[in-house]
């Protein structure tokens, strides 16, 4: 997505994880590295293992007392699982700050702009000038 800035420019907008997709991966991080089941764990929680299961892959937004619940099962505490939300998220916005776009010279329409995530992946079908914006 483009969008004017109103000075003449244009930025290009990535979007941001979701927090439910970054908050499940610490929790299944974590259970991992203690080597527990999810059984185990969702047992420990008081909630049924495929809640738990739908929140580790991000697919639910657990509430504060489900969150407070499984961090309590994992012996981990709930500033902890925020602050390694918190640094996900930061290190999101440095990585897409560095994300570089390509524009045709030739065609200039916003729908022209890509972004690169690689720099094998790209590839320039309709213009033989392409101009690269840091």
Known sequence: MTADTGFGTTTEHVREPLL??????????????QGRTLQEV?????????YLSEVERGRKEASSEVL???CAALGIRLVDLVAAAHDALAASAEHQE?????????????SS????????????????VVALAA
């Open 42 to 50: 969702s047992g420990t929680a008081r909630m049924s293992t495929a």
């Open 113 to 128: 702009s890509r972004h690169v995530r690689s720099a094998t992946a790209v590839r320039t079908t309709t213009s033989d």
């Open 20 to 33: 439910r997709h970054l908050v499940g991966a610490i929790l299944r991080r974590a259970r991992l590295a």
């Open 68 to 70: 407070a619940a499984v």
């Open 98 to 110: 560095r994300v570089r776009v390509l524009t045709s010279l030739r065609d200039r329409s916003p």
